[in-house]
């Protein structure tokens, strides 16, 4: 056995029980339709007050989404109208807020919000606000402004515009999408551009160059969303053989000239790169099958 072979099979060791501990599921390989992603500008029927909306298949534990018990180091902030809810967008400015819509009698309300509360300590780069519905006149009046008529519902946020939507999920899903649209500081290489691409797999030419994964999704995908903690695992156990980057194909109109340069037609597609030559692809998100097809292209021979 080489000695490239044993540090590569030492750290699939590290990957495997890394994600083997994760919580995202591994399930079989799903894929979405590459597609333009279609966001509404109309405000849908709006009840006079958010009614609850319980997930049958993700489940929190129990605990009252209330101000009482908080400890001092919580960062959920609390707003009550639209005026502190704008401010609270504009002063985030380019980073990730993510809005848990709540009701006091929701008791899918407070089984999700110890897990905002979780997530606001593990992550500085992210703003949580919460907004009780039922509370006030102004607070219905911000629900309806944002077309919210279920509860518990998340809205996030860039720029003060409006990126990703959830209604109903688990402390599972919460966690992933916190990660995928507000991933900043991870080992996982953010590309914007065609030109971002190049410059990366120029970096990585030649023998001591790594082989570059590119994980190519979209803005509004569940697989996409689904696959990333693993990838971002991945990006951490696999630092000294891998490179790891992501874009997303409907960013801009780079983005998109380059996911039909790449005939990419299904997401998550991710494309294996090797000294500047592209040596395969992979289509799905199947944590296993993406270990195995990362290892194999980094000359490990894997046998399933």
Do not use: W
Not at 17 to 35: C, D, E, I
Not at 100 to 122: G, K, N
Not at 277 to 282: D, L, S
Request: proline share 4%.
């Amino acid at each position: 056995m080489t000695s490239t072979t044993a540090t590569f099979l030492s750290t699939l060791a590290r990957a495997t029980a890394s994600l083997s501990s994760s919580t995202m599921p591994s399930g079989g390989a799903k894929v979405v339709r590459f597609l333009p992603a279609q966001t509404s500008r109309g405000r849908r029927a709006v009840l006079s007050a958010p009614r609850a909306a319980v997930s049958d298949t993700e489940k929190a534990q129990p605990a009252p989404a209330s101000d009482k018990g908080k400890s001092k180091d919580e960062r959920v902030v609390k707003v009550h109208s639209i005026e502190e809810f704008d401010g609270a967008l504009k002063a985030a400015k380019n980073r990730l807020v993510v809005v848990e819509f709540a009701a006091s009698d929701s008791e899918s309300s407070s089984q999700i919000y110890p897990t905002m509360v979780q997530l606001s300590r593990t992550c500085g780069d992210v703003d949580f606000l919460l907004v009780m519905g039922d509370e006030s006149e102004a607070a219905k009046e911000l629900c309806r402004r944002e077309g919210i008529t279920q509860v518990p519902h998340f809205n996030f946020y860039k720029g003060a515009e409006k990126v990703h939507e959830e209604e109903a999920i688990g402390p599972e899903r919460l966690a992933g999408d916190v990660l995928y649209y507000g991933d900043s500081h991870s080992a996982v290489v953010q590309l914007h551009s065609r030109d971002d691409l190049e410059a990366l797999i120029n970096e990585h030419r030649g023998e001591k160059g790594k082989l570059v994964v590119l994980d190519v999704g979209l803005k509004h995908c569940g697989p996409c969303v689904k696959v990333y903690p693993t990838v971002v695992k991945l990006s951490r156990s696999m630092a000294e053989t891998t490179v790891f980057a992501r874009m997303n194909g409907d960013e801009n109109d780079s983005c998109i000239q380059f996911l039909r340069d790449m005939d990419v037609v299904e997401v998550p597609t991710f494309v294996f790169i090797r000294d500047g030559k592209i040596v395969g692809r992979y289509v799905g998100s199947g944590k296993g099958e993406l270990v195995g097809e990362i290892l194999r292209y980094n000359g490990v021979r894997v046998t399933y």
